[in-house]
């Protein structure tokens, strides 16, 4: 019997713990889109890493915190979902801040039949003395929360640092299994949500503090023109007032123009051919909070009547 192992591993914490850099970090290439804004994160994304022992998916949750709105009761739905179909779970505590009520919250839900790991992670902000005193609060955080059994390892993703020895982890708690995707594969995420967010992640960086949360993204047309040589994308800017639709636009359309050349290279980047992006800016009035537009834009199975 073969010794390969194969299995999903879902990667959870508070908004802006360094979750989705994590996650890069582990593949090897950019599949998740980050930011310094907490909850950038909307859709679970699995990012495959095939070694010759062991091929495991990782998946990018959204974080958890207190909703308050149909959207973050959703996005925490999402979390829970991941972490009760997962073969193990690495719960993220960043170095450079206190544990607190919502990593208490979120280690309540971990499963003590599923392996957990605990990654402190963006160690390189810390010295040594510091780091040492933090991994110590980790300890008493994890016999607190019920956790003893879980393996501590403090890391840096920004710097790769100790993300072999947690693939390497990780990867032995994983159920003996073929290989479920071909080697060449880092992310089973379609195409259009990587472009949906590729755009949403250049509005973020290009609104700073003003509107990051109310800004979500549609692809409406997407392909290469016959040649091979452009790839044509059209995309909706959805945001939820008026008055956003004026900050997204930008004096003379200056910040749309800024949104569209940054996200048109990060296409680029991603489909290695020129493209052609198109972004409309639409108000769907409070979308965050209405049920049927939630389930439009991918984040309920269907709309309520």
Known sequence: ?????????????????????????????????????????????????????????????????????????????????????????????????????????????????????????????????????????????????????????????KNLEQTDLILDLISKELPLSPQLYPDEITTDQAQELMFADLIREAAIEELYEELPHSVMVTIEEMGERSGGSIYDVSATLHVERDSQKGIIIGPQGSRLKAIGTLARKSIENLVGTQVFLQIHVKVSKEWQKDPKMLARLGFTDSPSD
């Open 1 to 157: 019997m073969s010794n390969f192992r194969a299995g999903f591993v879902a990667i959870v914490g508070r908004p802006n713990v360094g979750k989705s850099t994590l996650v890069n970090a582990l593949v090897g290439s950019k599949i998740v889109i980050t930011s310094h804004h907490p909850n950038t994160t909307r859709n679970p994304i699995r990012g495959i890493i095939t070694r010759d022992e062991f091929q495991m998916i990782v998946v990018d949750t959204p974080g958890m915190h207190k909703p308050k709105t149909a959207l973050g009761t959703r996005l925490n739905q999402m979390v829970n979902e991941n972490i009760n179909s997962t073969d193990a779970v690495v719960l993220c505590l960043p170095a450079d801040e206190t544990i607190g009520a919502g990593d208490e919250y979120i280690a309540a839900q971990l499963n003590d039949r599923t392996p957990t790991f605990i990654a402190v992670t963006k160690v390189d902000k810390l010295s040594k003395s510091d780091l040492a005193a933090k991994l110590v609060a980790v300890g008493e955080f994890t016999k607190k929360v019920g956790l003893q059994k879980a393996e501590i390892i403090p890391i840096s993703a």
